[in-house]
């Protein structure tokens, strides 16, 4: 089932954070209302009130969801490295990549809103700062696996503020030379 799948078997909370997550993809972070949730979701205004009381609550729900399922992914694929006995690193690189890329558009809404609310990204601190203080502690050269994901934020960050300096063929490379890096640390 996707994740934004409206079947019946969704949760109430889900279904309302998949029409907040559709809202702003199609009509950007700008037009994220309570009303418009209503209206995509097709819940009665108390419905989602009683699970989101207001738009704060409502992003903190989004941003909630993208850590979960951000943390997911990553303990799946980092359990599969130990498992394997192969570099942590290295292995979670292309699924950063993937996530940073996967819905822009709710990314972008989170990040806007966290200009007024700085504290919507406190969440995301916390996880970020945790994930990688325990990624590079795995690290041989703990300082080149900072700077891995350093490259990463340079990037996303190029992207996000409309830089264009890198051209997505560039971006490819960079990402591939990039994990070749982590991995050459570990020879």
Not at 80 to 86: D, K
Not at 111 to 118: G, M, T, V, Y
Not at 142 to 159: E, K, M, V
């Amino acid at each position: 089932m996707s994740e934004t799948d409206d079947s019946p078997a969704r949760s109430t909370p889900d279904r309302i954070l998949d029409a907040a997550e559709n809202v702003v993809s199609t009509e950007g972070g700008a037009r994220l209302t309570i009303d418009a949730v209503v209206t995509e979701s097709g819940l009665s205004k108390g419905g989602v009130l009683y699970h989101f009381p207001n738009k704060t609550a409502l992003l903190k729900g989004m941003m909630q969801r993208m850590i979960d399922v951000f943390a997911k992914d990553l303990d799946t694929i980092r359990a599969r490295a130990e498992t394997a006995g192969e570099p942590i690193l290295p292995a979670l690189i292309p699924a950063i990549i993937e996530h940073r890329y996967n819905k822009p558009d709710v990314s972008m809404a989170i990040l806007a809103a966290s200009a007024e609310q700085p504290d919507l990204l406190d969440p995301a601190r916390a996880y970020v700062s945790e994930f990688i203080g325990r990624t590079v502690a795995t690290c041989p050269d703990p300082t080149l696996g900072l700077i891995g994901f350093l490259a990463l934020d340079g990037l996303l960050f190029s992207r996000i503020l409309g830089l264009d300096y890198v051209t997505p063929e560039q971006e490819t490379d960079i990402h591939q030379r990039l994990i070749g890096l982590m991995q050459e640390m570990y020879s």
